[in-house]
């Protein structure tokens, strides 16, 4: 197969796009593309400052390294969770190695230094999740950004969620008819009430073209999945959607332009729910809950039980 644009061989074939290209002019196609997407649903622009939430995975880095050679002004942040297994140990050496080869700043909050436990640790101890540590992950992620991000003076929180991660959601949303859910699912979060505006680039992009731009490309990046993503809804719908999409190329795809049209035109309006969020009186983050919010009851607990063993010890 040739490349559509210069008739060398084509290193990747989309067959989504109806689209071969090689190297090198696969190196040029997907930042237009991601461009295209930042523009078009007015994400943020050069004049602002924006901090890149990165893992160590394909998505954050590869999208990181995009914004980077677009010119956009960047900066990471990586949270050490203290997975098992290696795992965030080598998630934040293959984001320092990044970073340092680029010149650029990357912010690391350290969940274990800063608070005094690991995620692994913290949902044993609060006791939440079923066994599972990603309630509490999922809690303490997003509450780190968003307090990094808007004490670092940034206008904007990107993450590297991509067409799969996205489609996947809005499967299992659209299985259990979750008005409240659809209603909010979109490429950018507009800011409020204490909440830092969220986009996601690559929320049209296919997890298969960003590891197609990593590999050509020479981004280092961690293979594995993190241990706890084993046996999870999101694995299960990700198999569904791409079985229909090896029958159907363009599927997923098409699942989700459809979805944001009927949005626009106000298929979820009444879904809309509108949540007063107030300051924590603890940490001072946005919170729905009257007092202190839930990542400080949480690590509330953390000290308490800390405290406990020290006196029986
Ligand atoms: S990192 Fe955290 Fe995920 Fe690991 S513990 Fe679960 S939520 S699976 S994206
Ligand atoms: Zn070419
Ligand atoms: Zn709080």
């Given at each position: 197969?040739?490349?559509?644009?210069?008739?060398?061989?084509?290193?990747?074939?989309?067959?989504?796009?109806?689209?071969?290209?090689?190297g090198?002019?696969?190196?040029?196609?997907?930042?237009?593309?991601?461009?295209?997407?930042?523009?078009?649903?007015?994400?943020?622009?050069?004049?602002?400052?924006?901090?890149?939430?990165?893992?160590?995975?394909k998505?954050?880095?590869?999208?990181?390294?995009?914004?980077?050679?677009?010119?956009?002004?960047?900066?990471?942040?990586?949270?050490?969770?203290?997975?098992?297994?290696?795992?965030?140990?080598?998630?934040?050496?293959?984001?320092?190695?990044?970073?340092?080869?680029?010149?650029?700043?990357?912010?690391?909050?350290?969940?274990?230094?800063?608070?005094?436990a690991?995620?692994?640790?913290?949902?044993?101890i609060?006791?939440?999740?079923?066994?599972?540590?990603?309630?509490?992950?999922?809690?303490?992620?997003?509450?780190?950004?968003?307090?990094?991000?808007?004490?670092?003076?940034?206008?904007?929180?990107?993450?590297?969620?991509?067409?799969?991660?996205?489609?996947a959601?809005?499967?299992?949303n659209?299985?259990?008819?979750?008005?409240?859910?659809?209603a909010?699912?979109?490429?950018?979060?507009?800011?409020?009430?204490?909440?830092?505006?969220?986009?996601?680039?690559?929320?049209?992009?296919?997890?298969r073209?960003?590891?197609?731009?990593?590999?050509?490309?020479?981004?280092?990046?961690?293979?594995?999945?993190?241990?706890?993503?084993?046996?999870?809804?999101?694995?299960?719908?990700?198999?569904?959607?791409?079985?229909?999409?090896?029958?159907?190329?363009?599927?997923?795809?098409?699942?989700?332009?459809?979805?944001?049209?009927?949005?626009?035109?106000?298929?979820?309006?009444?879904?809309?729910q509108?949540?007063?969020?107030?300051p924590?009186?603890?940490?001072?983050?946005?919170?729905?809950?009257?007092?202190?919010?839930?990542?400080?009851?949480?690590?509330?607990?953390v000290?308490?039980?800390?405290?406990?063993?020290?006196?029986?010890?």
């Amino acid at each position: 197969m040739k490349c559509k644009k210069c008739d060398t061989t084509a290193v990747i074939n989309m067959r989504q796009h109806k689209l071969a290209l090689c190297g090198e002019h696969y190196l040029e196609w997907l930042p237009e593309q991601v461009e295209r997407f930042i523009e078009k649903y007015r994400m943020f622009t050069r004049d602002e400052k924006v901090l890149m939430a990165v893992s160590g995975g394909k998505d954050s880095l590869g999208l990181w390294d995009i914004l980077h050679r677009l010119g956009y002004h960047t900066e990471g942040l990586y949270i050490g969770l203290g997975i098992e297994q290696n795992y965030s140990d080598e998630s934040r050496r293959l984001s320092e190695q990044f970073a340092a080869a680029r010149g650029l700043t990357l912010h690391i909050v350290d969940v274990e230094d800063e608070f005094g436990a690991t995620i692994p640790e913290l949902s044993v101890i609060s006791n939440r999740g079923h066994g599972k540590p990603c309630s509490v992950c999922g809690l303490n992620k997003r509450y780190i950004m968003n307090r990094a991000a808007l004490e670092g003076g940034f206008d904007a929180l990107v993450t590297g969620h991509n067409l799969d991660d996205e489609v996947a959601v809005l499967m299992q949303n659209t299985f259990n008819w979750a008005g409240g859910y659809l209603a909010r699912q979109a490429p950018v979060l507009p800011a409020h009430d204490g909440l830092i505006r969220k986009v996601k680039p690559l929320c049209r992009i296919y997890e298969r073209e960003m590891t197609a731009y990593c590999l050509v490309r020479g981004i280092e990046y961690i293979y594995e999945e993190c241990p706890h993503a084993e046996g999870s809804t999101t694995i299960y719908y990700k198999e569904i959607l791409n079985r229909m999409e090896g029958d159907r190329p363009g599927a997923k795809l098409q699942f989700y332009i459809s979805f944001l049209q009927a949005k626009e035109s106000g298929l979820f309006a009444n879904a809309e729910q509108h949540v007063e969020l107030h300051p924590c009186e603890r940490c001072g983050q946005p919170t729905s809950a009257p007092g202190d919010c839930s990542w400080c009851r949480m690590w509330e607990k953390v000290k308490l039980a800390k405290k406990t063993v020290t006196m029986l010890g």
